[in-house]
C-alpha cells in the first residue's frame, strides 16, 4: 500500500508565499508523474501543476509564473512553492503520484490540504 502524506497548507495574507509538501510511502512501489490538484467551494477538481519523473513540468496557466513544482526523488516527495497568492488560489490541494505498485500503474491521492488566502 501507497500513501501520500501532505503538509504545508494555512491561511495566509494576498501577496504572500506558501509552501506545500507531499511525501509518498509505503512498500515495494516506484513513482512516476507527481502533481498537486485543488478544489474550491462549488467547484470542480482542477491541475494546479505537475512533474515527471525526468523534472518536466505543467502548470495550470493560472498559476504560471507564481507556482513552482519540484521534486526530490530519493524521497519521493513533491513540493509546490506558492508565491504571489490571490484569494481566488483558495482551495483544497490534494497531492496526486502516478505509482507502480506490483505490475500496476495506480493513481494515489492524498488527504488534502487546506490552502486560504485572504485579500
Known amino acids: 500500500q501507497v500513501q501520500l502524506v501532505e503538509s504545508g497548507g494555512g491561511l495566509v495574507q494576498a501577496g504572500r508565499s506558501l509552501s506545500l509538501s507531499c511525501a509518498a510511502s509505503g512498500n515495494s512501489f516506484s513513482i512516476f508523474t507527481m502533481g498537486w490538484y485543488r478544489q474550491a467551494p462549488g467547484k470542480q477538481r482542477e491541475l494546479v501543476a505537475t512533474?515527471?519523473?525526468?523534472?518536466?513540468?505543467n502548470y495550470a496557466d493560472s498559476v504560471k509564473g507564481r507556482f513552482t513544482i519540484s521534486r526530490d526523488n530519493a524521497k519521493n516527495t513533491v513540493y509546490l512553492q506558492m508565491n504571489t497568492l490571490k484569494p481566488e488560489d483558495t482551495a483544497v490541494y490534494y497531492c496526486?503520484?502516478?505509482?507502480?505498485?506490483?505490475?500496476?500503474?495506480?493513481?494515489?491521492w492524498g488527504q488534502g490540504t487546506q490552502v486560504t488566502v485572504s485579500s
Open positions: 512533474i515527471a519523473y525526468s523534472g518536466r513540468t
Open positions: 496526486n503520484a502516478d505509482a507502480l505498485i506490483g505490475t500496476k500503474v495506480r493513481g494515489i
